[in-house]
C-alpha cells in the first residue's frame, strides 16, 4: 500500500553533488534548506526544521519536529539562532559565504536566518536547488515513471464515471475519488505561493475560456470567489469538449497529463484543433534531444497552431499563456519553462510536461498534455495512454 | 450549487476600516497586499497582483491576472515597479510608510516591493492583517455558519462509508468524497509554508501516536514520507478508535470540527479521556467570553487533562502539542492560539476551534473539537453534531 519509500544513500548523493557544483559556481561554503520541497529532495524526508549542506561532504538535519527522528547526522534544535553553536560543536566552521531560499521563505524567516549565520554572507540558494533539481536522479526518474503508470491507470476509468446530465464539478468528484483509489497522495505542490489548486482540473464547455488568475496554461471560473480555477458547477451538455488535467502525485514526483473526452460528437474543428496538438507532440518526439533549445520548442508550437488555422485559440483565447510546457517533479512547475524568452536547453535527465492546448468557446479545451524524460540521445514519453478525444455517452 | 458568492461592499469597508485603525496604530500611511489571502479577505475575489490600501478610503486592485477584470479601483498592471506612477497618475501621494506582509511574502518578493516604493519605508504588514482578520465582519461570520452546517451534515454519512477490514485510507477516501459531494471546495490553506496536508486527517489505532513534522494537534504517519501526516494504510481493527479531523472548507471560511467512531466497543478508559475532552468543551461554553484570557483556557484544559488521569496522554505521547486550539478562518490556524504564552483575550467576532484530545497508543485518539464564535456575552458552538464516540459496525 505504502507508495513510496526512502531513497537510497546513493542517489541523496548524487542530489548533494549537483547541489554542492551549482553552490561552489556561486561561491558559498554552504546551503541551507528550510522549506520542506528542499528538505525533501534533500533528505528523503520532511521535518520541522534546516538542514545543513556544507561544500563537500554530507547534510546536517537540525530537527525541530518530530522529536522521534534519530541519526548520526540528525540534531535536535530549538531555534536557528543554534546553528552556529552546534555547528561549532560538530567541528564545522562557519560559513563566509551561505545560501538560503530567497525566493521560497519569507523575508523574515530569511532576516532571522541570515542574522543568525552572521558574519557570513547570505545569498540566494533557491537558483541553485532549481537548478539542480532540474534534472532528475535514477530514483527520482523511478518514481516519476511510477506516478505515470498510475497516472494513465487512473484515466482508464473515466468514461465509467461519467452520467448524461451530470455537472462538471460531479464529474470532477468521481475522478477524483478514482485517482485516490489508485493511490494519488492528493497533495500539488507548486513553486510560488499564488499558484492553488485542488487536486487537478476538469475544464466542460464555455468555462474552459474563462482566464484565469493563476498562472496555469488554462483558467476556469472555479465554484468559488475564493479559488477561481477548474470546474464552475455547470451541467455539461451534448457537444461540448471535457479538458481533464489532473495532477499525477502517485509518489512525491508529480506526472502532468491532460486528455480530451467528448459528450457526444463535437463539431469538426475540434477534432483539427485536437489533431494539431497531437502533431505537436509527435513533433517533440521526433526532434527533442539534449541541446534542443527550450525557446526553439515554444516558438514552432505557435508557428503549427498558426498553420493549422487556430493562432487565436491557442493556450487560451481572451488571454493566452505565454509557454506551451514546463518541468515537473517535487513541484509541478519547476524549470525549465518551454517559453519564447527561455535560455535553457534540455538536459538528459530532465522531465518536461508538454501542452499545447486550444480554446475554442461554446465547445470546450482541446489538445493533451504529455509528460517526457529527456533520455541521454532523445526523448521519452513516460505518460502513455490514449490520446484521440474519446467519447463519452 | 455555487458555494460563496461575494461579499457585499458594506461588509468589505469595515475590514478595510479595522486595517486602517491598525495600520495608523502602526504609523503607516498604506498596506500592499499580494497574497491570495489576504487580496481575497481586502476584495472579496482572488487576482494576481497587488491591493494597495491607503489609511483612508478605499483600495486600488493592481491586476496582472486575469485580463478581464474591469472597474473604477482596478488598473491592470504588469510589474510592481510600476505602482507609483500609476498611484501618481491617480492623484495618490506615495507613502511614506507603507506595510508589506514580511511573514508571508518572499524576501526577494518584498525586496522588490520595497525597493518599488522608496524612498518610502517598509515595515511589516502581516500582523495588521493577521489582527484584523482575527475577528470576523458579519458576512464573514455567515460564511463560517455555513461551512459549520455543511461540514456537520457531511459527518452523517460517515458511518454509512464504515466496511469491516478497511483500511484507514480507504475510509478516509470515502470520507473525502462525502465531504466534496457536500460542497467542500478541497483547498486547506495554512499559515506558513511548513503546514500542508490534504483534506483533512484520519488517525485509527497506534498510527494516532505517530509524532508529526507539521504544527499540528496530532500526527500520524502518512501514507509517504513526502507527507507524513494521517492515515498510514493499516487496516482498522476492533477496540480501536477512528478520530476524524477534516477540514470544514465549504466557504472560503473553514470550520474545524473532530469527532471519533469507534470499530466494535472500545476499553473504558478511551470513553473516560472522550468524555473529559466534552467536559473541556463544556466548560469552554458555560464561561469562555469576551475578555477571557486564551492562556487560561489552555490551562485549565490541562488541569482537566490532569484531574482525569490523562496528563501523560494529552494532545500526543512522545510529542505533546502546546496548544488547545486556535483561531479559523480563511486559513485554518489564525490567532488567537489557545496556549500558555498567549497574551491574547477573546474578543467579539472571534471565532475559534478547541481541540482538547488524547491519545492512547494501541487504541488510538480520542476527544472532539469544535468551532465556536465568540459572542458579545459569550460563546456560541457553530459546529453542532453528536459529540460522544460513535460505533461503527
Known amino acids: 500500500m505504502k507508495i513510496s519509500k526512502y531513497p537510497p544513500k546513493e542517489d541523496l548523493k548524487l542530489r548533494w553533488e549537483k547541489v554542492q557544483t551549482f553552490m561552489k559556481e556561486a561561491g558559498a561554503d554552504a546551503c541551507i534548506a528550510s522549506t520542506n520541497v528542499n528538505i525533501y529532495y534533500l533528505t528523503g524526508k520532511i521535518f520541522a526544521g534546516y538542514v545543513y549542506l556544507p561544500s563537500e561532504g554530507e547534510p546536517i538535519e537540525f530537527v525541530q519536529r518530530p522529536n522521534s527522528l534519530e541519526g548520526e547526522r540528525i540534531i535536535p534544535i530549538r531555534k536557528?539562532?543554534?546553528?552556529?553553536?552546534l555547528l561549532s560543536g560538530k567541528g564545522y566552521q562557519l560559513p563566509s559565504v551561505f545560501?538560503?531560499?530567497?525566493?521560497?521563505?519569507?523575508?523574515n524567516e530569511y532576516l532571522r536566518l541570515e542574522k543568525a549565520l552572521a558574519p557570513g554572507t547570505a545569498s540566494n540558494a533557491t537558483p541553485v536547488l532549481r537548478k539542480a533539481r532540474m534534472t532528475k536522479t535514477p530514483w527520482e526518474i523511478?518514481?516519476?515513471?511510477?506516478?505515470g503508470t498510475r497516472h494513465a491507470e487512473a484515466y482508464k476509468s473515466i468514461p465509467s464515471l461519467f452520467r448524461s446530465g451530470m455537472r462538471d464539478i460531479e464529474f470532477q468528484y468521481e475522478i477524483e475519488w478514482v485517482m485516490r483509489q489508485n493511490g494519488s497522495l492528493g497533495i500539488f505542490r507548486t513553486f510560488g505561493?499564488?499558484?492553488?489548486?485542488f487536486m487537478g482540473s476538469l475544464l466542460a464547455g464555455k468555462n474552459a475560456a474563462t482566464p484565469s488568475s493563476y498562472d496555469f496554461a488554462l483558467g476556469g471560473g472555479g465554484m468559488s470567489a475564493c479559488l477561481p480555477i477548474g470546474a464552475s458547477g455547470d451541467i455539461i451538455e451534448k457537444g461540448q469538449s471535457i479538458m481533464?488535467?489532473?495532477?499525477?502525485?502517485?509518489?512525491?514526483?508529480?506526472?502532468?497529463?491532460?486528455?480530451?473526452?467528448?459528450?457526444?460528437?463535437l463539431p469538426d474543428k475540434a477534432y483539427r484543433a485536437h489533431e494539431a496538438s497531437i502533431q505537436m507532440h509527435n513533433r517533440l518526439l521526433e526532434?527533442?534531444?539534449?541541446?534542443?533549445?527550450?525557446?526553439?520548442?515554444y516558438n514552432w508550437s505557435l508557428e503549427m497552431a498558426e498553420e493549422a488555422g487556430f493562432a487565436a485559440n491557442f493556450m487560451g483565447t481572451v488571454q493566452q499563456a505565454k509557454f506551451t510546457g514546463h518541468g515537473v517533479g517535487l513541484e509541478i512547475n519547476e524549470p525549465p519553462v518551454l517559453m519564447g524568452r527561455s535560455k535553457d536547453t534540455l538536459q538528459p535527465g530532465m522531465t518536461i510536461a508538454f501542452e499545447p492546448k486550444f480554446v475554442l468557446p461554446d465547445i470546450g479545451a482541446v489538445g493533451i498534455e504529455n509528460t517526457f524524460l529527456i533520455t541521454e540521445n532523445g526523448i521519452e514519453k513516460i505518460t502513455v495512454f490514449?490520446?484521440?478525444i474519446m467519447k463519452l455517452e
Open 386 to 388: 490514449e490520446e484521440n
Open 99 to 107: 545560501l538560503l531560499e530567497a525566493d521560497q521563505i519569507t523575508y
Open 142 to 147: 523511478e518514481q516519476l515513471r511510477i506516478s
Open 287 to 297: 526532434t527533442a534531444k539534449p541541446g534542443t533549445e527550450c525557446a526553439e520548442i
Open 80 to 85: 536557528p539562532e543554534d546553528i552556529p553553536a
Open 244 to 265: 481533464i488535467d489532473m495532477a499525477g502525485n502517485f509518489t512525491a514526483y508529480m506526472t502532468d497529463m491532460t486528455r480530451v473526452y467528448s459528450y457526444g460528437t
Open 193 to 197: 505561493h499564488q499558484m492553488e489548486i
